[in-house]
DNA sequence: GCAAATCATGACAGCGCTGTCAATTATGTT
DNA sequence: AACATAATTGACAGCGCTGTCATGATTTGC
């Protein structure tokens, strides 16, 4: 493999391989019978290098299966190409949406995530966004819990993109991509109260600590304000939310609110979408009349709630594009392109059979 | 803050900050009036420095918000406390679920996941393996599409612990947590034999590319082969598994196969619980008689599939446990500490209303 | 009280790679 | 053919940090 004509650059230092015995660039460069720069600068682009080498040079990386080591590029001034993304949770279906989003955007660039999930703690949150920029990564992406003032500091501080994602309301530290939570709740509620509803309650899991879904009820509150209604019952259960949360707070919520002849006709907003599933889940083994005597309303658009043998009502959010989105806009601002502070990709209301 | 005491560190290089302001340890060290090298022990760990030292040393990193640069710590010899994470979806929760038991175990030891999601893509999954490797993670932890020999090779070159998940069947390139999918689908048949069933039918997406899914399939028609079954029908769809497609895919395989009064009962078996709902929802769609004329057996045991009226017949996997175990597994490995070649968190049938 | 052990600290070198700038060689122009 | 321009290559230094070994300071043992 190694060529005949001996040059200057084979004599010089022969790594000795330790116990790691990876290849490195020298030894690249030393087989191909080049310096270590153009060896470099052949396994990127190929700018600035004559076809010639760059195929001796390509030849002898996969002739002792080079593999480049990044955290050395990047030291020496590369770009990084890792992006810090930190989520409030998994569990909800919502953020691995947007992270399938991000994750591909990214991944077309050639960059990666480092994901740190806070579980909505903000301290968590706090030390995981100082964790992850310790890494100094090419940008950063957060879809804030109850963020600390510590947290955005370190954000502020980081000299590095970031991208806030999901709420377009809160002012941007640096840039933002999402919608209008508030906005999204008012809608439901105009759409309610066109709709001939009077009797509202609202059921919903630990909202204290996430920011959107208390935003949501807020405007929710605030549409119904308008026409001087106020939320007939409101039952908040601890813990994340998920189908059986909402079919439990279903049925926590019409033991004070009885519904069936004789009453108003009773709709239930629900803090999202999986929360509603559970909550027509109730509807169907109570033999409740769906949107007759009870009707639902959810917010996401999640496909499990259109797939229901009576479609929900909801929000649709564009959680794929929203991470794309985010991705897109880390890229360019890493790029040095010009982006836009805030991106609202907005909402859309989708009218099921449940109301 | 600094010292009135001129030392020789003090009067060494300062370290012109460039465009780039961010401190460096050493001038968290010449502020505290110490070498580099000490400021680096005390600041991490602080064994063998003294603690007047420590203090002042600490003292000076929160005065100018050190942050440090764990690129240059693990180039230098540090443990890279980055684990690579190489998963092929994350529309299903399933992954999700596995997901979140890793980052919640990694996390604990300070450790963060390198996100890579294959799609099911072969070629996909080897660019993935490759680039996150050219991170020189502490390790990676893969759940395998139809792995390329060349992702294989790569793999077993890394030098670094490879934990492979979900599947614990094929032979493990380094260790592996999972359950056996063949045994899962093999007790699904054996229970549905067990309960009378001699009709069944098979709907699923399109499993091909999911060796898991596969897998499954073929335990079911091993168990039902012990008794001299064979599916009368099989429905497959193109794309990733989704409620819809279940939906659709009911739909589809009853044309084929008539159910209700004069015909045997039917159970479909399900590539998965997503499918399974989506079977579900059809049936209610079409007033039929579940599990009278049409049975319906799911995998996974999803928290929506006990959710529904109907609580789903299912085969429930321990996905988040098996990312904490995953990640526990990689963290021993990183340790030096032995770890089981094969870790078997097994499954449990649940046998719900549907069948 | 003095050798032997322990503790605290620092000098040095280098992890593997890339930016900058300068040197060399090939190509084009009239 | 002589010069200007471009293409190709390399030397050098250093990114920010940590392992190793050596040194001086301090304590312990009998």
Chains 1, 2 share one sequence.
């Not at 509807?283 to 769906?290: F, I, P, R, T």
Request: hydrophobic share 45%; aromatic share 4%; with cysteine.
């Amino acid at each position: 493999m190694t060529p005949l004509s001996i040059t200057q650059a084979q004599m010089t230092r022969d790594p000795d391989q330790p116990d790691d015995n990876r290849p490195t660039l020298a030894e690249v460069a030393r087989i191909a019978g080049v310096s270590e720069i153009t060896a470099s600068r052949a396994l990127r682009g190929g700018t600035h290098v004559a076809r010639a080498t760059l195929e001796r040079v390509q030849t002898a990386a996969r002739a002792i299966n080079y593999m480049p080591n990044r955290l050395a590029g990047t030291l020496a001034g590369g770009a990084s190409r890792q992006v810090a993304v930190v989520l409030p949770s998994l569990s909800n279906s919502v953020f691995s949406d947007v992270l399938h989003g991000l994750e591909t955007r990214l991944e077309q660039a050639g960059h990666h995530p480092i994901l740190g999930v806070s579980n909505y703690d903000p301290l968590r949150e706090e030390r995981l966004v100082s964790d992850l920029l310790s890494w100094r990564p090419a940008g950063l992406v957060l879809a804030p819990a109850v963020s600390t003032a510590e947290t955005r500091r370190l954000l502020a501080g980081s000299g590095v993109p970031i991208v806030e994602i999901m709420d377009v309301d809160p002012a941007p530290i640096d840039t933002t991509v999402g919608l209008s939570q508030r906005a999204a709740g008012r809608a439901m509620a105009h759409y309610l109260l066109g709709r001939g509803y009077r009797r509202l309650a609202y059921a919903g899991h630990d909202i204290s600590t996430d920011p959107r879904a208390l935003s949501r009820l807020q405007g929710l509150q605030d549409g119904l304000a308008e026409a001087e209604v106020t939320l007939a019952a409101t039952v908040l259960l601890p813990g994340p939310s998920s189908v059986p949360l909402g079919r439990d707070a279903v049925g926590q919520l019409l033991q004070d609110c009885p519904v069936g002849a004789g009453h108003d006709r009773l709709v239930v907003c629900f803090s999202n979408d999986d929360m509603a599933v559970g909550g027509m889940f109730h509807a169907l083994s109570a033999g409740l009349d769906v949107p007759g005597d009870l009707a639902l309303a959810g917010f996401n658009g999640l496909a499990i709630g259109q797939a229901l043998p009576l479609p929900l009502t909801t929000i649709a959010s564009r959680r794929v594009e929203i991470g794309e989105l985010a991705g897109a806009a880390l890229l360019a601002r890493v790029a040095g392109k010009p982006v836009e502070k805030v991106q609202d990709v907005g909402f859309r209301l989708v009218i099921g059979a449940t109301t």
